[in-house]
């Protein structure tokens, strides 16, 4: 988990890493709860419903969530009648996708102060400016992306194929019983293709060409699958490695309840090195992240964001960032933080300003506003020339520049 989180972590969008531990979560309760429909259908359509607001594509893991819960739901041999069945499969669709509803009416009332809104027309739009040629070009860098074993979140898919044959043909032979693995592995190969198809269609309708073609994000929506995976299949190897035990009461298991005591030994000196193991990632990812909070000032999102407050009405106004950092300003990233902040389509980074006065006043002329984050000494020159004024990191109005000059 903590392997796949990274790339979810070093891109900050921490809900990518939560959708399926919740979702785990709720696989995790559901089980628990199995023998009481009620108990379970009220906890399923709390975690469904919360997992629907957390991010759009949260949709299919309360899907996978809510599937399960029916079929758990149906397995159920107590005195669940078949109408009470019905009504606690419903009462969890309807309370899981409601949350979610109620936030998207939400959003179409007030289009204009969200950025998350879920747009039909828009995705059209994006859709349409992509021809042939283009689909193309994200068509084969899909497949390539997926088909290659260098890629992460293959490498991901495939250690859980592994771990699945492995584990089916160990448990086969040690115990002698039948498991449910094979059921699992298959299950889950439906998942990964019904999940990477709808990655596939977002790049196509939802994602501008240019971030569509690179396949932007494709490490982060993916990694959410392959923790989902891991987890799944942990599960099924814990429930399946306890079911092998020659005593099934847990109370009443002691040295005997293994095959010998040396088994006994490898199990609880096994046990012991893993949860140490967990136990140095969280802290490594603890303090991974207590690292990037005590940085954070110094990164470009920090500078904008400690400069200019994060607005949510659209603006049209043009905004000139400047930066000393050259190859930030290149990859264009302090462009896409700044039109994140301020909300507005036209911001451009710029970091180089070797020009004469006239140039340099057509330039900023061009803009509404300048935000700089730090201490150009070439622009603070220009501008001390020009305005007589020496502009520290902050926001300025071009037009009281001008008129000021």
């Known amino acids: 988990f903590n392997y796949y989180n990274i790339a979810i972590r070093i891109d900050n969008l921490l809900v990518d890493f939560l959708l399926p531990l919740i979702t785990l979560a709720g696989i995790a309760g559901i089980y628990r709860l ?17 997992l629907g607001i957390i991010k759009n594509n949260g949709l299919f893991f309360v899907a996978l969530l ?8 149906s397995r159920n041999k107590t005195s ?76 991901g898919l495939l250690l859980g194929l592994i771990i699945v044959v492995v584990s089916s043909i160990v448990l086969k032979t040690m115990s002698g019983k039948k498991n449910s693995f094979i059921t699992l592995g298959f299950t889950l190969t439906i ?52 079911r092998a035990f020659y005593i099934q009461d847990i109370a009443r298991r002691d040295s005997r309840g293994f095959k010998s005591v040396r088994m006994k030994m490898i199990y609880q000196y096994t046990t012991l090195l893993v949860t140490g ?24 999102q920090g500078q904008v964001k400690n400069i200019v407050d994060e607005r949510f009405e659209l603006s049209t106004d043009r905004y000139l960032v400047v930066s000393t950092n050259e190859e930030d300003v290149n990859n264009y990233l302090i462009a896409v933080v700044g039109r994140f902040y301020l909300y507005s389509p036209y911001v451009d980074g710029r970091e180089a300003f070797d020009m004469n006065g006239d140039d340099f006043i057509s330039l900023i002329s061009g803009y509404d506003t300048i935000v700089v984050l730090d ?31």
């Open 375 to 405: 201490s150009h000494q070439t622009f603070k020159q220009l501008a001390e020339e020009e305005f007589n004024q020496s502009l520290d990191p902050g926001q300025y109005r071009v037009s009281e520049l001008i008129k000021q000059d």
């Open 80 to 155: 669940a009648t078949l109408t009470k069945k019905i009504n606690y499969s419903l009462s969890m669709i309807i309370g899981s996708v409601t949350p979610f509803l109620l936030w998207l009416n939400h959003l179409n009332q007030f289009p204009a102060q969200s950025k998350h809104g879920v747009n039909v027309n828009a995705y059209q739009s994006i859709f349409e400016g992509k021809n042939e040629e283009v689909i193309g070009q994200i068509t084969d860098a899909f497949l390539d992306t997926v088909l290659s074993v260098s890629t992460p979140s293959t490498q």
């Open 191 to 242: 998942i990964t293709l019904t999940y990477y198809l709808g990655i596939y269609f977002m790049f196509l309708f939802s994602m501008p060409i240019e971030e569509a073609i690179i396949l932007a994000g494709f490490e982060r929506y993916t990694s959410s699958l392959v923790i989902f995976n891991l987890g799944t299949i942990m599960f099924t190897l814990v429930i399946e490695w306890d």
């Open 277 to 300: 193991s967990a136990f140095l990632f969280i802290l490594s990812e603890n303090n991974g992240m207590i690292y990037t909070l005590s940085t954070y000032d110094r990164t470009i």
């Open 66 to 73: 809510v599937v399960y819960a029916i079929i758990t739901v």
């Open 34 to 50: 199995r023998k009481t429909p009620f108990k379970m259908s009220l906890y399923t359509l709390v975690i469904g419903g919360f």
